[in-house]
C-alpha cells in the first residue's frame, strides 16, 4: 500500500483554505470599501444626512411557497407541498445604498405518495435575512442602477412525519452568507397620458415604479442537523438529549436563489409589490444531505416611516 504525499496534502489544505479566504474577502470587499472612507469628519456628516433622507418602510408580506424537499437521512422520497408564506421587513434604501432586515415564516403540509403509500410530512420554516447592497457608480446611470453587496440567511426547518416513526421528527437549520448583485430598471411615468380603454378615456397619472432582480450566490454555506437517521442512543439510555448526533458542517453545501420585484409606489409614499422569490440549497454531507427548494409567489405592502 502507497503512502499518501506528505507534502501534496498540505498544498491541498493550504488550497482550500486560501480558497476560503478570497471568498470572505469578496463577500466583505463593499464594507471595506466603505469603511476605507468614511474616516473623514466631513464624510461622517454626509453619510449620516444621507441615512436621514434614505425612505424607509416596513413591508408586510403574505404568498405562496410552492416547494419539495428530500431527506437521505431517512428517505430519498420527494415530498411536494404549498406552504402558506409570510414575512416582516424593516427596508432602506435609495439609488446609492439599500439595507434590508427580514423575518419570515412558512407552514403547511408536504406529500408524497409512492407504490401506493402516501405520507405526510408537516414543516414549520422561519427564516432571517440580513442584506447590504453599496450601488456600481460606474456601471449606473439615470434609468438602471446596479448595486453588490452581502446577504446572511439563516432557515431552520421544524419537520413531523408520523410514518417515519422513531424518525418522526427532524430540525435542521442552514445557514449562508451570500455574495449578493442587484439590477434596478426605472420604469416611472414621468407624465400623465390619457388612455383610452374600448369606449372608456381615462388619465394616467404621474407613476413611480420600478422593477429588480437580485441575485445570491452562496459563498459560505454550514449546516446544522442530524447524521444518518435521526435516532439516537439517548432514548434507551434514558438521556433526553433530542439533538445527540446532531453535526456541524461549514463551508460545505450549495445554496442559491433570487428575488425578481415589481415595486409601485403611491402618492402618499407608501407602494405595494408583487414579487417572484426562487430559492435551493443542499447540505453537505455523503448519504445523509437534505435538499430542498421553492418558488415564492407573494405580495407586499410597504408603510412609509419618513
Known sequence: MLNPNPQKIIRMKGARKSHHFFSLIFIMMPFLYTNAFSQSGATEIIETEQKERRPAYIAIAAGLNISSFRDFATSPLTYSGKPLYTSLAHIDWDDKRESHIMLSYGFGRYKTNFNQHASESNVNTVSFNYLELFQLKKLSGSRVNFKLGA??????????????????????????????????????????????????????????????????????????????????????????????GYEFQIFKGFRLNSALDYTIYLNNKNAFQFSYIWDAYRTGGHHDNFEMSGHVLKFSLLFNLK
Request: no cysteine; aromatic share 12%; net charge positive.
Open 151 to 244: 446577504q446572511l440567511n439563516s432557515t431552520v426547518n421544524l419537520r413531523g412525519n408520523e410514518d417515519l416513526f422513531n424518525n418522526s421528527d427532524g430540525v435542521e437549520v442552514i445557514s449562508t452568507l451570500f455574495g449578493s448583485a442587484k439590477a434596478t430598471l426605472d420604469l416611472s411615468r414621468t407624465e400623465e397620458k390619457h388612455k383610452k380603454f374600448l369606449f372608456i378615456n381615462y388619465k394616467a397619472q404621474k407613476r413611480k415604479r420600478r422593477l429588480s432582480y437580485t441575485l445570491n450566490v452562496g459563498m459560505v454555506n454550514s449546516s446544522f442537523r442530524n447524521g444518518f437517521a435521526y435516532t439516537s442512543p439517548s432514548a434507551p439510555l434514558n438521556d433526553d438529549d433530542f439533538f445527540a
